[in-house]
């Protein structure tokens, strides 16, 4: 599911996902309930609850009906559904020794200045706007300091004894009791558990002392306390439903208890995939009591789950399921060491995931079954990776100072707390100021951020990641820094070109529009083993590019004045094996990535800490053994593999060619959002969704419409001749969502068209598509991490040349040749029918009659459309020499024909440029028709693109350029193009 729902809006996510989960479940279960619903109507069994999170059903039942449920073939199993004491599952105690004095108006406690909260609250992010829900014994929703964060439900009226939101739950106005099966989860007991924990994720200091993380979180209170293992799944179920951004919970369940680590795990992967991110303590059975609680099974569930991102250090997991999860587990420093030694009770990894280690680890047949998460194994015996890595990193835990209820019994407002249960809150805290500071990043770019930005303690002074520590001690200033810079465009700093043997390069440019100052940045290397250099203090400008160059016996690039070249410190690797590169910011955070695989080979280094997607496909053709170079194609930044050709040559300092193969990414793009019709006077641009309408299920007969979420998609729209502006237009802002089937108009002005249906949605983009009359144009159409969904050219009838902007971020074979249009009228275009899709100018006709929001029809008569046009692109790389670049397109039916051009020096004559006058007589052109040498053959699509560098030919001089393809028989030729070097 997470390559499908990945590259969503949050919004989106959820709503998918839920939906596909519910449905999915309440098929998968629907013999079960039937059965159950009869035996409940004999009086035999009692129907407890549905759980879509984890495709879990809950009863009460005869021993007979048990039985005859659990040899249904559509059931996995069927285990008790036990409560155990709260001593058993709460993973600290309250009133132990605080670590400091309460403060004085607000002042924060001494865990929360270890760890910089203070610092990120200065920057301006204290949570608010973050929706965390707290799933533990009950909360004190009253307490001074977290009566103003409690989350109130909207859609509740509190009271009426009605489900006015039909979640399920009636008169749920703050969170639900899950144990006690009702509306009112306030926990105000000495002692409170889950009020301590609520203190150190959200208490805003009203009463004299500052314990929370983020003081402006809202949190949802969900509690547990007495609450049976499917009580547990239901409240996080619940927290995905009513959209909290964050699970925090310092309720864990034990080896000894012989927890259903299965459901756990299919609980908190759905987590995930809707786009929650948990954090969770791990238990204070460490070192202490390894005994009863072994390795690997020491670490407590559900914080034994794999988190969102996997650490370079972890080692590979087993198998082809997906193997991350919504959560990050939470060790416990002590405050007898200034929060810098790990507690001995602290939880202490691996942890295993594997059906073989449990039955090894508990000497016989563990009860409950792994399947299908055999994916972290440990004993050698049972083909042992090494387990996953546990904790993810670690916080303040014994010896802190969090909310308590004494007050009510004329004490304090404040208690000491301890253990992993005090260490979580501090994470949970964490995760709602990184999204505080941006929120729109994903759950894996959240725990990417909070591990590559804790610091090392003076106990553990290892940058790796272990398992006793974790990746290190959360530091909430650097995290919210590297959060800015993933939300603010600095992530723009992009590699643009990899050369891995003659020469040994990158190149990195910046798409900003502000100066990056590359002090502290550095650039890595990983092919085998992991190398890094520093930039220097060097400042790159906007749109400059930066040289970074391998100091060997050559140590220079000679890149054209005024680029700049910086020397690394360390050799760049194998030309033909595969590789990693990325740029990190002195806070740590990958800024960007890439991942390419050894020639006609898989990638297989892993992550250094980016969140690239696929690899870069090298097939040998293109790259060779004596030197390999990738490009990526100018602009796009999708963080996938389809940002990225492989290359013949290289081209440091100067305008990608991108002329390659292009990569792969392991999410799809969305192909079923079309570019549909378009009039350029007035301006209005058609989309289509060219999906089915909705999706029908059997059991029980259900249909659910089908959407497809538009949320900062965009289009960049061009006029390709004279100056070749580009606009980039950016309507979808919030939630838009296109059903299968519909369409939707993009209009320049309040006015709609006037043709347009009834319920068809107009957006008014303001005066922002540049089109004119009688030009040709150009409309490209991007998801939201700027992947190229669609796009579309136009030229005029009289031309068989496309100009097209080379920095268009596209690559050369998204569309080639051109949509035809008329010369008189108002230059209106449409696609030929919904299903036409080549890719080309064969989908699109001349319209005579516009049909904006409905099929298009009206086509004009006699003009073909332009599939088989030949494709000039100029290059603006501002040096002389740099040349032009030629997308030669004929159409299918000259695959395999040998293209090639000719040229002329007639203007400098004064006789042309026509053929057969004056100066420009045939004559006068070098490599007649009929004289190879071809510069090669057209593809199976009939297409090549060309390069056409005159390195020769000084600047200043104006050539007239014939491109042509012939099969030895017929030749096509192009009109003149003039080129000036």
Not at 56 to 61: H, P, S, T
Not at 724 to 746: A, K, M, V
Request: charged share 15%; net charge negative.
């Amino acid at each position: 599911m997470l390559p499908v729902v990945r590259n969503m809006s949050k919004a989106d996510r959820r709503e998918y996902v839920i939906n596909l989960l519910r449905n999915a479940t309440t098929a998968a279960q629907h013999q079960v309930r039937q059965y159950l619903e009869t035996e409940q109507g004999a009086g035999r069994a009692k129907f407890k609850r549905q759980l879509w999170i984890n495709n879990v059903l809950a009863f009460e039942a005869t021993p007979a009906v048990i039985e005859t449920v659990a040899r249904m073939t559509n059931v996995m199993y069927v285990n008790l559904d036990r409560i155990e004491r709260k001593e058993e599952v709460e993973d600290g105690r309250v009133s132990e020794a605080a670590s400091s004095s309460l403060g004085q108006g607000g002042a924060p406690t001494a865990s929360l200045l270890k760890i910089n909260a203070d610092d990120a609250w200065a920057k301006g992010h204290t949570g608010a706007g973050v929706l965390v829900a707290i799933v533990d014994s009950g909360i004190n929703y009253n307490h001074p300091d977290l009566v103003n964060n409690r989350w109130t439900n909207p859609d509740e009226i509190n009271g009426n004894g009605i489900d006015d939101d039909g979640n399920g739950y009636i008169d749920d106005f703050c969170g639900w009791d899950f144990g006690g099966d009702d509306n009112d989860p306030i926990d105000t007991s000495v002692g409170s558990h889950g009020t301590a924990v609520a203190g150190l994720v959200c208490g805003d200091g009203t009463s004299g002392t500052a314990t929370g993380v983020a003081p402006d979180a809202t949190y949802i209170v969900l509690k547990i306390a007495g609450a049976t293992e499917s009580e547990w799944w239901e409240a996080y179920q619940y927290a995905v439903m009513e959209g909290a951004d964050v699970v925090d919970s310092s309720y864990s369940k034990k080896w000894p208890g012989q927890p259903d680590y299965n459901s756990f795990r299919d609980a908190t992967d759905s987590e995930l995939a809707a786009g929650v991110i948990h954090a969770n303590s791990i238990g204070n059975q460490g070192t202490g009591s390894a005994g009863s609680h072994p390795i690997p099974f020491n670490v407590s569930t559900p914080g034994n789950c794999p988190p969102p991102w996997m650490h370079p250090d972890q080692g590979a997991a087993v198998g082809t399921n997906s193997h991350i999860s919504a959560v990050m587990g939470c060790g416990n420093l002590n405050a007898t060491s200034n929060f810098e030694t790990i507690d001995p009770g602290s939880g202490v990894g691996p942890a295993a995931w594997g059906q073989c280690d449990a039955d090894l680890t508990l000497g016989g047949t563990y009860p409950l079954p792994f399947t299908p998460h055999n994916d972290y194994p440990v004993a050698a015996t049972c083909g042992g990776m090494g387990g996953l890595i546990k904790p993810d990193v670690c916080a303040p835990g014994a010896g802190t100072t969090s909310t308590g209820n004494s007050y009510l019994t004329g004490g304090s407002a404040y208690t000491g707390f301890g253990g992993t249960s005090a260490a979580t809150p501090h994470l949970g805290g964490l995760m709602c100021l990184v999204l505080s500071a941006a929120p729109h990043l994903n759950p894996e770019q959240v725990c990417q951020i909070i591990q590559t930005t804790a610091v090392q303690t003076t106990s553990d002074p290892s940058a790796a990641k272990d398992n006793n520590y974790g990746a290190g001690r959360i530091d909430c200033l650097g995290a919210v820094s590297a959060a800015e810079t993933a939300g603010n465009g600095v992530r723009r700093l992009l590699i643009t070109e990899v050369s891995s043997g003659n020469p040994d390069y990158a190149e990195i440019t910046n798409f900003t529009t502000s100066a990056i100052d590359l002090t502290g940045w550095t650039f890595v290397w990983k092919d085998g083993s992991t190398q890094s250099s520093g930039l220097g203090t060097t400042v790159i400008e906007p749109g400059q590019t930066i040289g970074l160059v391998e100091c060997g016996a050559v140590c220079s690039l000679n890149l054209p004045a005024p680029l700049v070249e910086i020397s690394l410190s360390f050799s760049i690797g194998s030309a033909s094996g595969d590789f990693a590169a990325a740029i990190v910011d002195p806070n740590g955070f990958v800024v960007d990535e890439v991942h390419v695989a050894a020639i006609g080979g898989a990638y297989a280094e892993g992550s250094l800490g980016g969140i690239f997607r696929g690899e870069v496909t090298r097939d040998g053709t293109y790259s060779t053994a004596t030197s390999g170079c990738i490009e990526r194609i100018w602009g796009l930044d999708s963080d996938g593999g389809l940002d990225w050709t492989d290359q013949v040559d290289t081209s440091p300092g100067l305008e990608n060619r991108s002329s390659g193969p292009r990569g792969a990414d392991t999410a799809a793009v969305n192909s079923l959002i079309k570019i549909n019709e378009i009039d350029d006077a007035p301006d209005y641009i058609e989309l289509y969704n060219s999906g089915p309408s909705e999706i029908c299920l059997p059991f029980p007969p259900v249909c659910i419409p089908l959407y497809t979420n538009l949320k900062n998609w965009f289009l960049v729209v061009g006029d390709e001749l004279g100056a070749q502006s580009r606009t980039i237009t950016r309507p979808f802002s919030s939630d838009t969502y296109l059903q299968g089937g519909s369409y939707l108009i993009l209009g320049d002005g309040a006015t709609p068209p006037a043709e347009m249906p009834a319920g068809t949605t107009y957006i008014d983009v303001s005066a922002n598509l540049p089109f004119s009359s009688a030009r040709e144009f150009s409309v490209v159409l991007y998801d939201h991490l700027g992947r190229v969904v669609d796009a579309m050219r136009t030229t005029l009838p009289d031309r068989n040349l496309v100009y097209n902007h080379p920095r268009m971020p596209t690559h050369w074979n998204d569309f080639t040749g051109s949509a035809m249009r008329t010369l008189s009228g108002d230059g209106c275009v449409g696609r030929d029918s919904a299903s036409t899709d080549l890719g080309n100018g064969a989908d699109w006709r001349p319209v005579s009659v516009r049909t904006m929001g409905s099929a298009n029809s009206g086509f004009v008569a006699g003009l073909s459309s332009n599939g088989d046009v030949l494709d000039v692109r100029g290059n603006e790389g501002g040096f002389p020499g740099d040349g032009a670049t030629v997308i030669i397109n004929g159409g299918a039916s000259a695959a395999g024909w040998s293209y090639g051009q000719m040229w002329s020096g007639g203007h400098l004559f004064g006789g042309g440029p026509f053929i057969g006058l004056g100066a420009d007589a045939p004559q006068n052109w070098l490599n007649l028709l009929g004289a190879p040498p071809f510069f090669g053959s057209l593809d199976a699509d009939g297409s090549a693109r060309y390069d056409f560098m005159p390195s020769s030919v000084p600047p200043g001089f104006q050539l007239d350029v014939l491109f042509y393809i012939t099969n030895g028989v017929s030749i096509r030729i192009s009109s003149i193009v003039e080129f000036d070097t």
